[in-house]
């Protein structure tokens, strides 16, 4: 069966810092990558999503890039942290050429102080 | 463009009372609708989905949605409120690329 991962669970970093969030799926090949956030009161916000190694796509112009350096790999990245910044990350997949469901890991709430 | 419209940001409901959630949707093409839930600090989970044939679907934990293409709806209920049910629920349609537009949630509250 297929799992995914998502780590850190939480994590609290300064304006200015960086930022890396993982994102692992197991048990399938090819997937369909996404990032969303929740941000309070704004619902969910599609960030980037990826069909393939080096084929991302970015829903909206901001602060935060992503990377795929393997095939069931997805990384959310920052350089610089803004207190906007702050929200539940969350990693999805679905099965490549699908339609059909997306199946989303546990999150990562980021507090930007 | 596909969009999706969930009525009422929050609902209260009595335990053993019935679970109603309207969820409207427009879209281009034969719509793919899910219902996911989400507890405090954790990722979305399937409740149900409709993709074709029966437009009555059954999901987990007791709830089920109905497809009404002439209305386009797609209203989750669930026949007796449980305290366990008390979460976000979110609305979604794949849309003409297939990713997910989602609405903007409806957060249940269950009193007993």
């Known amino acids: 069966s297929q799992t995914i991962h998502q780590w850190p669970a939480t994590l609290v970093q300064p304006v200015g810092s960086p930022l890396s969030l993982e994102c692992t799926v197991e048990?399938?090949?090819?997937?369909?990558l996404y990032w969303y956030r929740q941000a309070a009161g704004r619902g969910l916000q599609l960030l980037f999503y990826?069909?393939?190694?080096?084929?991302i796509s970015s829903e909206v112009p901001q602060n935060l890039s992503a990377s795929r350096p393997q095939d069931r790999q997805f990384i959310l990245s920052s350089k610089k942290l803004l207190l906007s910044d702050s929200g539940f990350y969350l990693c999805?997949?679905?099965?490549?050429?699908?339609?059909?469901?997306?199946?989303f890991g546990p999150g990562t709430r980021l507090t930007v102080l | 463009a596909q969009s999706v419209t969930q009525l009422g940001s929050h609902v209260s409901v009595s335990e053993g009372a019935l679970v109603l959630l309207r969820c409207n949707y427009s879209?281009?093409?034969?719509?793919?609708l899910f219902w996911y839930v989400q507890y405090p600090n954790q990722g979305l989970q399937l409740l149900l989905k409709?993709?074709?044939?029966?437009?009555l679907v059954k999901g987990i934990n007791g709830f089920e949605a109905e497809f009404k293409k002439s209305e386009t709806s797609f209203h989750l209920t669930k026949p007796s409120a449980h305290m366990s049910d008390a979460a976000e629920y979110f609305c979604?349609?794949?849309?003409?690329?297939?990713?997910?537009?989602f609405g903007a949630g409806t957060q249940v509250v269950v009193t007993p």
């Open positions: 048990g399938t090949s090819n997937p369909n």
């Open positions: 879209s281009s093409v034969p719509p793919y």
């Open positions: 990826s069909i393939g190694i080096d084929q």
């Open positions: 409709y993709t074709t044939g029966a437009t």
């Open positions: 999805a997949w679905r099965a490549a050429g699908s339609t059909d469901t997306q199946y």
């Open positions: 979604a349609v794949t849309d003409s690329w297939g990713k997910l537009q």
